[in-house]
């Protein structure tokens, strides 16, 4: 004789394949968030590594005028492009292009006033809009060197130090580098790959309960020589199927694309082998079912199929509460965080990421965390289902 | 067969069943007449073990459903007064499901299921999804549920209801049938017809209380009226009976 879990498993699993929304969700989801995160991280790690990677494309007009300005710029890996004079429109149309990080135009009077030791007035173009702070700033920097060079020779040739044009000296520390800021931004992103467990039960949770009672189905089922424990069980695990399978595929999926980002560029690490990427998909299979007992437990009291979507849809927001108050709050990573469902996923992912000794208490903790509550929710369920005042219910 | 003895249940404040007692005996066909709000529902439900009585006693089959719902449910095919399908499912498939919760093995269940198909005339709609099926049609597959995994007692509540001429005759067939087995039939009616022409036994209940029970000619003889829908409001106790 086949379990009557089994057989109430399949019928629902069968029922939920047949509808080609879940699937799409499915789909979507599997697919949605290591797409996301990947784009994301890979827009970083172009950002960051483009001033080495491509240089410093600069066109200057008038160019022929400060032969040492030229060589000076190009010392510094800037690729100089020696231009007809253009137009002011002409010059935009050549930035709004985006090859080019400014235009430089010297004013034909340059010579003459540089001779003269006035100001010789180099006009920069540039186009703010554009995401190349880092190498106009590069090119900034060398035009002010350039500058402080020649103001220290015509003070030395006045018998006059240079050090009398710097009363202080700033020397700056930036502490928020890119990597830390991103190894934050990856810390808290990756948590977004566990919301599919809390979406894609939802569907199947609400058809097999509140859908089946709107459908006055429920009545003869519960009449059948079947245990109200084994319908629960049948259903539950059968609405926590798609979670389990897209919450794995998905966790599969964004480990192939943050192993293949080169995410080293900016400061960040993607230490886990495949290994622990599978006992992490272990760790995570309770939170499918917790999500899925946690729908069925409440999607049973609904006496409709929209009331039950209504009452779901603010349930959702609750897995979200803990990672954001814990980000918000920044608090570092400590045991009882493993023992709060989804918060305990997202910790064991991102300290899997920086290190791998994490030994095993963390997956342990997070297999249970979430295992425990989903028997305890089904079980009340149970209990639920059998109660006189559910039966009148029907 | 059923024996039901001073079954009393109440919910909170309301006594939905206040002392039910009857006999339904196997290879007959017995009806369970009563207005609208008589405690059929319940009491039907109770007899599935659904619901637990508060006071009386019942046997199926000899068992009582409180002590071993699954076996009584076992031998019970029970047909609710409002049901639904499953629309993404077909009908063998809804069939096999029923089956399987009623430990039934494959190959009996493809020999039950042909049977059932050509007992109700259902052989066309057996591979369909039963999304869109026409009240008749989702009645036959309800009924064809209950009487897969032969039951020796069926619980059917007003399975005529919305059938057309030829799936009535088909229900009428498949009544007769069962009756032949030797089978233990309730059926709830309000159709004063269909009790004349199938049921041996008639049991009144009104206001959760059973009022007579007795054959169709019994009941007209006992309270002097002629015309069964008559002896039935009269023992019902009219006004407040139908209200």
Known sequence: MTSKIWIVFLKELRETLREKRTLALLLLFTLMYPAIIGYVLNQGIERSTRTEREGIELAIIGGAQAPTLVSQLRQKSITVNEVAPMSDAAIGALLHARKTVAVLRLSSDFVENYAAMRPARIEMWFDSAAENNAQRRELEETLQAYGANIASARLLAHGVSPAALSPIQVQRYDTGTNASRSAMFIGGIIGVLFFPAFMLTMSAAVDSTAGERERRSLEVLMAQPVRTWELVCGKWLAASMPAVVGVTFELILAHLILRWLPLEEIGMSWSLGWGEMLLVCLATLPLSLLSGALYIALAMNAKSFKEAQTILSFVMIVPLVPGFVVGMLELKTATWMYLVPTLSNHTLLKELAKSSELGATPFVLTFFSSLIPALLVVAFASWRMKSERYVLAV | ?243
């Open chain 2, 1 to 243: 067969m059923i024996e039901v003895h001073d079954v009393r249940k109440q919910f909170g404040a309301v006594q939905a069943l206040g002392g039910v007692s009857f006999t339904a005996r196997d290879g007959q066909i017995t009806a369970l007449l009563g207005p609208n709000g008589a405690g059929k529902t319940t009491l039907l439900r109770t007899l599935v073990g659904l619901l637990k009585r508060d006071h009386g006693s019942i046997l199926v089959g000899g068992v009582d459903p409180e002590k071993d719902p699954m076996a009584v449910r076992r031998n019970i095919g029970f047909l609710t007064d409002q049901f639904g399908l499953y629309e993404r499912l077909t009908t063998r498939e809804y069939l096999n499901y029923f089956g399987q919760l009623n430990d039934m093995d494959r190959a009996t269940l493809r020999r039950r299921i042909g049977e059932v198909s050509e007992l109700l005339g259902m052989d066309d709609i057996l591979e369909r999804p039963t999304k869109g099926f026409s009240q008749g049609q989702r009645i036959k597959v309800a009924l064809a549920r209950t009487l897969l995994h032969r039951p020796r007692h069926l619980l059917l509540d007003e399975p005529s209801r919305g059938l057309d001429v030829m799936s009535t005759r088909a229900l009428r067939t498949a009544l007769h049938a069962l009756r032949e087995d030797g089978c233990c039939v309730i059926m709830a009616t309000h159709v004063m017809q269909e009790v004349t022409a199938l049921c041996e036994d008639v049991i009144v209940i009104a206001k959760g209380h059973t009022v007579a029970q007795g054959s169709p000619a019994e009941l007209c003889r006992r309270t002097g009226i002629d015309s069964l829908e008559d002896a039935f409001v009269n023992l019902v106790g009219t006004e407040e009976g139908i209200a």
